[in-house]
């Protein structure tokens, strides 16, 4: 045997963990699936996302090969607790992402993943960043939204590399003089922030700071030495006042200050006359304008909406740049002030008490969008068909009985609302409005439809609803489309029908939306079932009995609202609809609850009250994407207490009125959720166990019950805002810190009887899936190459 020989039979394969090991000898499944080249052909991308996984293999950490080539990680949409210290091993990292996880904290070690530029978190239970985050150099962007962060990091402000931070949905009460140090954008929006910290660091260097959705009450007066600042929303908040010193923030070109309790703005915030572009004060109280308005030079868009406004000051017509006024929703009786802005392009005056639209409204040539919405207008001069840049036009809700015929002429409008007024009839020539994309007209009197509305070549969406139309012709260009509330001829076999119309070969390939809505309908036009590329369906309010196994032919269906109807069994084909997102079919006579349903794996909201349900099935399957669940006001007799974690992305659950006795233990597990709802039932007890995992949920209602005695953790929940246990069985069974629990939320816990009730119940079990079988059914083999049967690869140590 020849030494060459000898030698490469000797030689052994790479290993796939440790010194000198190979990608190429990792499992073959983890190859396969989870590790991808980029582009280059030399980089690697480790994707594990949406795997439901509760924890990642250790070859990853553990492979020379990987640390070197792996550049970007993606485990997001899993079920992770923690990541391993060991992640740093993957040193040339640039981009993390674990969204939408169970993680508690992030690895220290992160600190020295030097080439480390965008970290995404977002959506976990992430209680505190790591301290040492500002000695990743190469940082650039943090998402780490929706945690239950309670602070930053205290030397955050000395990143040099942070341009933007979000840490926005967190429970944050307060932030550290830090923050101003940081030339990025710092999103807070969403937390508990009740004071801004005095700026005393020397030379701040904060660019934009969002400070929206918080329970501020205060500006400091230091605010003036923010002089880097260009961006700050303090909207949604509880100031009663805005100080002056803002005003001294001379590179200030947005403010947003937004609902908040304002009933005055200071002068001095005229001062920013060189720098403010954007200035947002809406949903305030605010009955007056500063009269130094025009020393807003550079001025481009005013929103005053929602307030209390009844003229603006005459110096508004010397402001040279503005471009877009909003001022609905005031108490202006005039709308004179808007015809001196000849430069403006967008005006809203909707919602207020104006009766007359001047005729000087024709000298605003350069006007693009015009909204008078919602008035007492009664007329609509002529001139208005002259405004030649005008392409938006809103007159819904006035008194309005006429349409111009100018409306149109000299124009390329694109959108016309002309909903909610007095109009009995349409312009007979249409084709002026050839360009309209959007046209609503519903809520009038309108009995027939111009047939040159086929000239409508640009149309998508077509609102005619509640109207006195028997028919109509219907443009080929349409997407959405609105028919409810008419009294259509809906015969299955007249062509001319609308019903049969819009399934034709002309429109099946367009139409993406149809709401038909109270027509009285029996049953869903057949021709229905040939819009193939439908993705949003609203039949309710009708008297339809099914919806049929037709159903399955509208594979792309998104939204389905077949609500108030007299529905009495859901199709067993409705798995069918893979791309099922929303179904409501409420206020209906639905008595079992149709197992096919668990396997619409896309499904992020399902309303089912008002039915006549006793059982549900053994578990949820495959709806680990559901949110919203309301099963309120049926005949329940249990909650399923199999594989309950299949429901982690739930926020919102509602079972009252139904006559549910408990919940499993392992309800806690629904970390994510935010309101729960079991009012009127037979419950005994609330699960005792891992309570406080529940850490997102903020309003529990367990009223009129039988409970006797409640958990001590349901006064630590830190989010919990609004408890209502009154009508139950508790006489002494109160947590010790249940007076404390009262300081933080709105507690009801009165009507408490030792007498109260429930009657006994036979509980039988859930009904059987169909279309199962036990030949079906079976076990998950472990592919060759991994060691754990629970996640298919070898848990890292952590």
């Known amino acids: ?58 070859e990853i950490y553990d492979n020379e090969e990987l640390s070197l080539l792996s550049v970007k990680f993606n485990a997001e949409n899993n079920r992770l607790k923690r990541l391993p210290k060991s992640i740093q091993a993957l040193h040339n990292m640039e981009n993390i992402n674990v969204k939408n996880n ?32 500002h000695k990743s150099t190469a940082l650039h962007t943090l998402y780490a939204s929706k945690n239950r962060l309670r602070t930053l990091p205290k030397n955050i402000g000395k990143s040099n590399s942070l341009s933007y931070v979000d840490v926005s949905y967190n429970i944050i009460r307060s932030f550290k003089k830090g923050v101003y140090d940081m030339s990025a954008f710092v999103n807070l929006s969403g937390n508990r922030i009740r004071d801004i910290p005095n700026v005393s660091v020397k030379k701040p260097q904060i660019k934009k700071l969002d400070l929206s959705y918080n329970t501020i009450t205060f500006i400091p007066d230091s605010v003036s030495k923010l002089q880097c600042l260009t961006w700050l929303d303090l909207s949604h908040n509880s100031l009663d006042e805005v100080p002056p010193q803002l005003g001294q923030v001379k590179y200030l070109n947005y403010l947003d200050i937004s609902n908040n309790h304002l009933k005055a703005l200071p002068d001095e915030i005229c001062a920013l006359g060189y720098a403010l572009n954007t200035f947002k004060f809406a949903h305030n109280e605010i009955a007056v304008l500063p009269d130094d308005i025009h020393r807003l030079k550079k001025l481009k868009e005013l929103d005053a909406s929602h307030n209390e406004i009844e003229f603006l000051p005459t110096s508004t017509k010397d402001l040279p740049c503005i471009l877009s006024v909003n001022v609905s929703n005031n108490k202006l009786k005039s709308m004179k002030f808007a015809v001196t802005l000849i430069g403006l392009e967008h005006l809203y005056v909707g919602g207020n008490a104006i009766e007359v639209v001047p005729s000087e409204i024709k000298e605003m040539k350069s006007l693009i969008t015009l909204d008078v919405s919602n008035n007492g207008i009664r007329d609509i001069p002529d001139c208005i068909g002259h405004l030649k840049a005008l392409k938006r036009l809103n007159i819904a809700k006035n008194k309005i009985s006429i349409l111009p015929e100018s409306v149109g002429e000299e124009q390329v409008l694109t959108f016309l609302d002309i909903s909610y007024n007095r109009l009995a009839k349409l312009p007979q020539d249409l084709r002026k409005l ?58 299955p076999t007249d062509i001319k029908s609308p ?10 390939k367009t139409l993406t939306k149809l709401v038909i809505t109270d027509l009285q309908l029996d049953e869903i036009p057949p021709a229905v079932f040939n819009l193939r590329f439908l993705e949003h369906l609203d039949v309710s309010k009708n008297h339809l009995k099914s919806l049929t196994d037709n159903i399955k032919k509208l594979k792309r269906l998104q939204e389905l609202n077949a609500s108030n109807n007299e529905i009495t069994e859901i199709p067993i084909v409705i798995d069918d ?70 429901l982690a992305s739930l926020k ?66 830190p989010a919990i805002r609004e408890v209502n246990v009154s009508d139950n069985r508790i006489m002494n069974g ?30 039988p079990k859930p009904p059987v899936d169909p279309k199962a079988s036990p030949k079906n059914k079976r076990k998950k083999k472990t592919p060759k190459g991994f060691r754990q049967a629970k996640t298919g690869y070898m848990s890292a140590p952590l």
Do not use: W
Not at 478 to 483: F, Q
């Open 102 to 133: 169970n993680l508690s904290a992030f690895p220290a070690s992160v600190a020295k993943m030097k080439k480390l530029q965008i970290l995404d978190v977002t959506n976990n239970n992430i209680k505190k960043l790591p301290p040492a985050i």
């Open 1 to 58: 045997m020849s030494k060459r020989f000898r030698r490469k039979k000797e030689e052994k394969p790479p290993p796939a963990t440790g010194p000198g090991s190979k990608i190429i000898a990792l499992p073959e499944p983890l190859k396969k699936s989870h590790i991808r080249r980029m582009p280059d052909g030399k980089k690697v991308f480790l994707s594990f996302g949406t795997a439901n996984m509760k924890s990642l293999p250790i």
């Open 499 to 508: 019903m049969v119309v819009v399934g034709d070969k002309d429109h099946l």
């Open 434 to 491: 050839r360009n309209l994309e959007v046209f609503h007209m519903s809520h009038n009197e309108i009995a027939a439809m111009p047939k040159s509305i086929e000239y409508l070549y640009q149309i998508y969406s077509l609102d005619v609803s509640s109207n006195g139309m028997t028919e109509l012709n219907l443009p080929k260009t349409l997407t959405n489309l609105n028919l409810s509330d008419n009294p259509l001829t809906v015969n």
């Open 577 to 646: 609809l893979k791309q099922l997102k929303y179904m409501d079919v409420s206020y209906n006579q639905i008595s079992v609850f149709q197992p096919r349903i668990v396997k619409l794996f896309s499904l992020e909201t399902l309303i089912m009250s008002h039915n006549k349900m006793v059982l549900l099935p053994d578990d949820f399957g495959d709806l680990n994407k559901l949110m919203l669940l309301d099963l309120s006001h049926n005949e329940i007799v249990t909650f399923p207490k199999d594989r309950i974690d299949v």
């Open 734 to 763: 109160f947590p010790k810190a249940f007076e404390s629990l009262k300081q933080k939320a709105i507690v009801k816990a009165d009507q408490q009887s030792n007498y109260k009730s429930r009657i006994e119940r036979d509980r």
């Open 652 to 717: 919102e659950l509602n079972v009252n009125e139904n006559h549910i006795d408990a919940f499993t233990v392992q309800f806690p597990y629904l970390y994510r959720l935010k309101i729960l709802r079991a009012a009127g039932n037979d419950i005994k007890a609330m699960p005792t166990k891992d309570i406080l995992r529940m850490q997102s949920l903020e309003v529990l209602d367990l009223s009129d019950n039988i409970i006797e005695t409640l958990p001590e953790g349901i006064c630590k929940l």
